[in-house]
């Protein structure tokens, strides 16, 4: 097969920027390898569906044993060809806790500017923490045209003392404000695929292979010598890792890297809803899935670490067709840690002490959320829960150990400091890097799509 100066597997989020940036150099050939399809004509399932087809069909062990899907997309683009659009910073103090573990270069000073250069914020392009020329549109709903059920949901928490933040991105933001999106005026997804690959694609030393499972990466006397796909090998000077978490640990762990901090140290969000059914007419087919995100100071009772997550979602759920009402709770910052080897994936949710006396709390103050009258109003009654359940521990405990699933942050596995440097140079295999949400080695409270574009963005300036 092909030889390349540089191959890069994983033509997800962080990969397509990889792709562009670095075969922007006429010099070097890039090699862009994707394990799923390419699509000259999306479908509509990656614009605007769920995205429903085009994903790995994962599963890990969410809490207690009890197995559920981990959802991530297996098409040119990743997972942000199949999300909900969400780009949302982490916050500054996230990545100044990685700079404090020995990493300088990850600092929010020397991150934020590629933030800005992936970003053309559409509300804020004159803000010296916005961009307003890169590849990625940000938007924003205009917060005077919410649906009714979605500016109750905006006076219930501000009711409850959260302030409003008409930037959420804005450094530091805490409170609830509208949800920064990456989409096109259509409403389609603005993926890495879109806004930074197909501009590169005509280059002559870019080329993108799709449908191209890796096996392996082939390692000799210590460096990297190329990748091997269905018993052949592509060659290459230097190879980076953009599977993303827990695919890159995964694939180290085929390969025989001999690293004890491959597929350790798994971090996610756990997430739960409260289900509500609306009242006739409240949520339609054309409801917007979600207008409104909310990173609170705190959960009710534990210490303000910014760390609960708070948004609504209405319309018909995924794969379902009547009209719902959804409040999510997430806890952005756990201490429990999962891992993943070659026999499965294991989140861990729940695992450290405290852990789920904080989502319990901060289940029992989305349910007072329901109950503010400006919510209240456009709510027919719920499904499962009702005041019994949220009021007992052991009975809300057993509940959200039911029905707690992935946020769909996944982080770690490849850490850096453990598994890469930060350069991103894997320890002891010259020529080989990781590129992706795997070698974050702190949480990052916030929804990940945005920063994995910046970390891909960064990384390539310490190339």
């Given at each position: 097969?092909?030889?390349?100066?540089?191959?890069?597997?994983?033509?997800?989020?962080?990969?397509?920027v990889?792709?562009?940036?670095?075969?922007?150099?006429?010099?070097?050939?890039?090699?862009?390898?994707?394990?799923?399809?390419?699509?000259?004509?999306?479908?509509?399932?990656?614009?605007?569906?769920?995205?429903?087809?085009?994903?790995w069909?994962?599963?890990?062990?969410?809490?207690?044993?009890?197995?559920?899907?981990?959802?991530?997309?297996?098409?040119?683009?990743?997972?942000?060809?199949?999300?909900?659009?969400?780009?949302?910073?982490?916050?500054?103090?996230?990545?100044?806790?990685?700079?404090?573990?020995?990493?300088?270069?990850?600092?929010?000073?020397?991150?934020?500017?590629?933030?800005?250069?992936?970003?053309?914020?559409?509300?804020?392009?004159?803000?010296?923490?916005?961009?307003?020329?890169?590849?990625?549109?940000?938007?924003?709903p205009?917060?005077?045209r919410?649906?009714?059920?979605?500016?109750?949901?905006?006076?219930?928490?501000?009711?409850?003392?959260?302030?409003?933040?008409?930037?959420?991105?804005?450094?530091?933001?805490?409170?609830?404000?509208?949800?920064?999106?990456n989409?096109?005026?259509?409403g389609?997804?603005?993926?890495?695929?879109?806004?930074?690959?197909?501009?590169?694609r005509?280059?002559?030393?870019?080329?993108?292979?799709?449908?191209?499972?890796?096996?392996?990466?082939?390692?000799r006397?210590?460096?990297?010598?190329?990748?091997?796909?269905?018993?052949?090998?592509i060659?290459?000077?230097?190879?980076?890792?953009?599977?993303?978490?827990?695919?890159?640990?995964?694939?180290?762990?085929?390969?025989?890297?001999?690293?004890?901090?491959?597929?350790?140290?798994?971090?996610?969000?756990?997430?739960?809803?409260?289900?509500?059914?609306?009242?006739?007419?409240?949520?339609?087919?054309?409801?917007?899935?979600?207008?409104?995100?909310?990173?609170?100071a705190?959960?009710?009772?534990?210490?303000?670490?910014?760390?609960?997550?708070?948004?609504?979602?209405?319309?018909?759920?995924?794969?379902?067709?009547?009209?719902s009402?959804?409040?999510m709770?997430?806890?952005?910052?756990?201490?429990?840690?999962?891992?993943?080897?070659?026999?499965?994936?294991?989140?861990?949710?729940?695992?450290?002490?405290?852990?789920?006396?904080?989502?319990?709390?901060?289940?029992?103050?989305?349910?007072?959320?329901?109950?503010?009258?400006?919510?209240a109003?456009?709510?027919?009654?719920?499904?499962?829960?009702d005041?019994?359940?949220?009021?007992?521990?052991?009975?809300?405990?057993?509940?959200?150990?039911?029905?707690?699933?992935?946020?769909?942050?996944?982080?770690?596995?490849?850490?850096m400091?453990?598994?890469?440097?930060?350069?991103?140079?894997?320890?002891?295999?010259?020529?080989?890097?990781?590129?992706?949400?795997?070698?974050?080695?702190?949480?990052?409270r916030a929804?990940?799509?945005?920063?994995?574009?910046?970390?891909?963005?960064?990384?390539v300036?310490?190339?």
């Amino acid at each position: 097969m092909a030889t390349a100066d540089l191959v890069i597997v994983g033509a997800g989020t962080a990969g397509c920027v990889l792709a562009a940036r670095l075969s922007e150099d006429p010099s070097r050939t890039v090699v862009l390898l994707e394990a799923g399809p390419d699509f000259a004509d999306l479908p509509t399932a990656l614009t605007t569906g769920n995205g429903e087809g085009f994903d790995w069909g994962l599963s890990a062990i969410v809490t207690g044993g009890r197995r559920a899907a981990l959802p991530k997309g297996k098409v040119v683009g990743g997972s942000a060809q199949i999300n909900g659009r969400g780009a949302v910073r982490a916050l500054p103090a996230d990545y100044d806790a990685w700079a404090a573990k020995g990493f300088p270069a990850w600092s929010w000073e020397k991150v934020l500017p590629a933030y800005c250069r992936a970003e053309s914020d559409k509300d804020f392009p004159g803000s010296t923490y916005h961009g307003a020329n890169g590849p990625v549109p940000i938007v924003r709903p205009d917060p005077a045209r919410l649906t009714p059920p979605m500016a109750g949901f905006l006076d219930a928490a501000m009711d409850f003392g959260h302030p409003y933040q008409d930037d959420m991105n804005a450094p530091g933001a805490v409170g609830i404000g509208p949800y920064p999106h990456n989409q096109y005026p259509d409403g389609a997804r603005a993926s890495t695929a879109s806004t930074y690959l197909a501009p590169a694609r005509a280059r002559d030393n870019l080329t993108v292979h799709a449908d191209i499972h890796v096996d392996r990466i082939v390692i000799r006397d210590g460096r990297v010598r190329g990748v091997e796909v269905a018993g052949e090998t592509i060659t290459a000077r230097e190879v980076v890792l953009a599977c993303g978490s827990p695919q890159t640990p995964l694939l180290l762990l085929r390969s025989g890297v001999d690293l004890p901090g491959v597929g350790r140290d798994l971090y996610d969000q756990p997430g739960a809803v409260v289900p509500a059914i609306p009242v006739p007419g409240a949520v339609t087919e054309r409801s917007p899935l979600t207008e409104l995100f909310g990173r609170l100071a705190g959960i009710p009772g534990h210490t303000n670490d910014q760390g609960f997550y708070l948004t609504l979602f209405t319309g018909p759920p995924p794969g379902g067709t009547e009209p719902s009402i959804a409040l999510m709770v997430g806890d952005l910052n756990p201490v429990s840690r999962g891992g993943v080897t070659l026999d499965g994936i294991d989140l861990g949710f729940y695992r450290a002490d405290g852990d789920l006396a904080r989502m319990r709390a901060a289940y029992r103050h989305a349910w007072e959320l329901c109950a503010h009258p400006a919510l209240a109003r456009h709510i027919a009654g719920f499904a499962m829960i009702d005041d019994e359940v949220v009021g007992d521990d052991e009975r809300l405990d057993d509940a959200l150990r039911a029905m707690t699933f992935s946020r769909c942050a996944v982080l770690g596995g490849a850490a850096m400091g453990a598994v890469v440097d930060q350069e991103c140079r894997v320890l002891g295999v010259d020529g080989l890097r990781v590129v992706d949400l795997s070698i974050v080695p702190v949480p990052l409270r916030a929804p990940t799509a945005l920063d994995a574009i910046a970390i891909a963005e960064h990384a390539v300036t310490l190339m």
